[in-house]
T-cell receptor
Framework: DAGVTQSPTHLIKTRGQHVTLRCSPISGHKSVSWYQQVLGQGPQFIFQYYEKEERGRGNFPDRFSARQFPNYSSELNVNALLLGDSALYLC??????????FGPGTRLTVT | GQQLNQSPQSMFIQEGEDVSMNCTSSSIFNTWLWYKQEPGEGPVLLIALYKAGELTSNGRLTAQFGITRKDSFLNISASIPSDVGIYFCAGFSNDYKLSFGAGTTVTVRA
């Protein structure tokens, strides 16, 4: 079975631009969460979606938004990029027993 | 948000040693998860704990969910070189947020 997939793998953007990151969960999982991980730290929770509804939100500005599609895949959008948004963005798919399985991440660099 | 204090921050292992790391929180969690992350990859789930006092093993790894629900530890027995990496504890609360510790970096002692 395929694990969590994310695209793109790497991305370079300029300050002020917008970015869209994509995630496909493990087959059968209905919940997707997004995390930001900066170098040297643990992942920080951004959003959780379940059945296309936002179920949780972390302490991130409104420039960050997400959505989940009927096939349970998800997009994370970040507007007006700042240098500090440079990080590894991780998507996690959650099982019915609350185990979260992570994808390989998208490495975003903002210049 | 929840604060997870993970210790030690880093450790050096010699092949064959048993190592231990722990995590404490200011808040109660319903679920504790332990992950390992290697450079350039996403975290990989090692062990999930669901009940206070629960002790669970996965091969050479053993983890426990603390009685107070505010702490957990992970032991690695008879360490091998491929155990190097960054280990994270994570706690899952009622608000659907998974909070992570800062990680324990395990490296091989030369």
């Amino acid at each position: 079975d395929a694990g969590v997939t994310q695209s793109p793998t790497h991305l370079i953007k300029t300050r002020g631009q917008h970015v869209t990151l994509r995630c496909s969960p493990i087959s059968g999982h209905k919940s997707v969460s997004w995390y930001q991980q900066v170098l040297g730290q643990g992942p920080q929770f951004i959003f959780q979606y379940y059945e296309k509804e936002e179920r949780g939100r972390g302490n991130f500005p409104d420039r960050f938004s997400a959505r989940q599609f009927p096939n349970y895949s998800s997009e994370l959008n970040v507007n007006a990029l700042l240098l500090g948004d440079s990080a590894l963005y991780l998507c996690a798919s959650m099982s019915s027993s609350y185990e979260q399985y992570f994808g390989p991440g998208t490495r975003l660099t903002v210049t | 948000g929840q604060q997870l204090n993970q210790s030690p921050q880093s450790m050096f292992i010699q092949e064959g040693e048993d190592v231990s790391m722990n995590c404490t929180s200011s808040s109660i969690f319903n679920t504790w998860l332990w992950y390992k992350q290697e450079p350039g990859e996403g975290p990989v789930l090692l062990i999930a704990l669901y009940k206070a006092g629960e002790l669970t093993s996965n091969g050479r790894l053993t983890a426990q969910f603390g009685i107070t629900r505010k702490d957990s530890f992970l032991n690695i027995s008879a360490s091998i070189p491929s155990d190097v990496g960054i280990y994270f504890c994570a706690g899952f609360s009622n608000d659907y947020k998974l909070s992570f510790g800062a990680g324990t970096t395990v490296t091989v002692r030369a």
